[in-house]
C-alpha cells in the first residue's frame, strides 16, 4: 500500500518536505494545500501533485489523504489537526506545535479521541544520528549520571550564509501573533531534545526573550514593526535533576552554530555543528565518535533538518503500514509539554510547571 500525502503549506513543505518526501519508498504526495492558491497551484505544477487546496481543512477532508502534514503557520495548526483526526487521518505537524499551550492543549485531547491515527510533531532532530546517539550514550550510562546541558546557536544563518536576522524581508516570522520567532522555530527542537536526551520534564524555567531589530521592510518596502524575539536565553530545570541552559540567537555575527555540551559525572559529551560528536571521560582526551550519515548528500537541501525528516517520514510511513512502532517519535502530548516551556520563557518570569 502506498502512503498518500497531503501538504499544508508551501514555505518548508515545498523546501524540505515535497523534494524528501520521495526518498522514502511506499509514499506518494497526492495534494497541497495554502491560503494563497496560487502558491499551492505553483508547487502542485512543480512537483506534480494532483490536488489542489486553498483551506487545509478541505484537503484534510479529502478521500486522496492519508497522512496530512501541517507546515502553515502555527495559529492554524491546531484546526487543521482537529479537522485531520475528526477526518480519519494521521497527522505530522509543524513546530511550534500551536500558537499557544492552551491551543496546543486541544490537539493533544483530539488525539486522545482518535487514538488509531497517528499524532506527532516534526521534532525530527530526534531521528539525526549523532543526538540520536548521545540519547543512547546517556541511557548506557557513557557519560554517568547526567549533571548539566548546555545547548546554543549562535549564529543562526540564512541560506546565503549571513546572520538569519540581517537583510531578511519582513514576513509571518517576525509577527509573534503568527508565532514567528527564534524560540519558537529553533528553540523548540532544543527544548525537546533536553526531554528527549533525559527521558524527563522540564519543571522549572528562567529566561527571557529580546528583539535587537525592531523594523523590518517586507518585499515591497513597506515598514513593519517586528514583535517576533531575534534572541532567547533561558534556564530549565528537568525531573531528572539535570539543568540545562539554552541561547540562542540570529543577530550574533560569529559563532560555532549549533554546538551542545551534555555533562555527567563520569564525562562529557560534545556535539559541534551538524555532524559531529566526541566523547570524553574524566580527565581524559575527546574522541571522535561520530556516526556516519548514509543520506549525506542526498537530500535537498543537504542538512541534517531534511535528512532527519526523510528518517522520520521512514519510521511513520512503517509505522502506519504495521511493521514498527514509533516508540521514539514525538507525539502531540510532547508538543504540548514543550508548548508549555515556549509560553514560560516569553513570560519572562521564573515559572514551575506542575
Known amino acids: 500500500m502506498t502512503l498518500r500525502i497531503g501538504l499544508i503549506g508551501t514555505g518548508f513543505a515545498r523546501r524540505v518536505q515535497l523534494p524528501n518526501a520521495a526518498l522514502v519508498p511506499d509514499v506518494t504526495v497526492t495534494a497541497i494545500a495554502s491560503g494563497r492558491r496560487g502558491n499551492a497551484e505553483a508547487v502542485a505544477r512543480e512537483f506534480r501533485v494532483p490536488h489542489v487546496f486553498d483551506d487545509g481543512a478541505a484537503l484534510a477532508a479529502s478521500p486522496e489523504v492519508d497522512l496530512v502534514i501541517i507546515s502553515s503557520t502555527p495559529p492554524t495548526h491546531a484546526r487543521y489537526a482537529i479537522a485531520a483526526l475528526e477526518a480519519g487521518k494521521h497527522v505530522l505537524c509543524e513546530k511550534p506545535t500551536a500558537l499557544n499551550a492552551a491551543d496546543a492543549k486541544t490537539m493533544v485531547e483530539a488525539a486522545a ?63 509573534a501573533a503568527q508565532g514567528g520567532g527564534l524560540l519558537g522555530a529553533v528553540g523548540s527542537h532544543l527544548i525537546d531534545l533536553c526531554r528527549f536526551w533525559t527521558g524527563s520534564e522540564v519543571v522549572q524555567v528562567a529566561g527571557r526573550v529580546d528583539t535587537f531589530i525592531r523594523e523590518r521592510a517586507d518585499e515591497s518596502g513597506r515598514i513593519h514593526r517586528v514583535t517576533a524575539d531575534d534572541f532567547t536565553s533561558f534556564v530549565l530545570k528537568l525531573g531528572s535533576g539535570a539543568t540545562a541552559t539554552l541561547t540562542l540567537s540570529s543577530v550574533a555575527h560569529h559563532g560555532p552554530g549549533h554546538l551542545a555540551h551534555i555533562s555527567g559525572t563520569e564525562g562529557t559529551m560534545v556535539l559541534t555543528g551538524e555532524t559531529k560528536l566526541e566523547i570524553a571521560k574524566a580527565g581524559g582526551a575527546f574522541e571522535d565518535i561520530s556516526a556516519v550519515d548514509e543520506l549525506w548528500q542526498r537530500t535537498t537541501p543537504n542538512n541534517m533538518w531534511a535528512r532527519s525528516f526523510v528518517r522520520l517520514l521512514q519510521e511513520m510511513a512503517a509505522v502506519i503500514a504495521g511493521r514498527a512502532e514509533g516508540r521514539d517519535a514525538a507525539g502531540f502530548r510532547d508538543g504540548w509539554q514543550v508548548q508549555r516551556v515556549l509560553d514560560a520563557v516569553r513570560a519572562g518570569v521564573g515559572t514551575t510547571l506542575d
Do not use: T
Not at 118 to 147: C, F, K, Q, S, T
Open 113 to 175: 479521541r482518535h487514538p488509531r491515527q497517528l499524532a506527532w510533531i516534526d521534532h525530527e532532530l530526534r531521528y539525526e544520528p549523532n543526538r540520536r546517539a548521545v540519547r543512547d550514550r546517556i541511557l548506557a550510562g557513557a557519560i554517568g549520571e547526567l549533571r548539566h546541558l548546555e545547548l546554543s546557536l549562535k549564529p543562526y544563518l540564512r541560506g546565503d550564509g549571513r546572520p538569519q536576522a540581517y537583510g531578511a524581508p519582513w514576513n509571518w516570522w517576525y509577527d
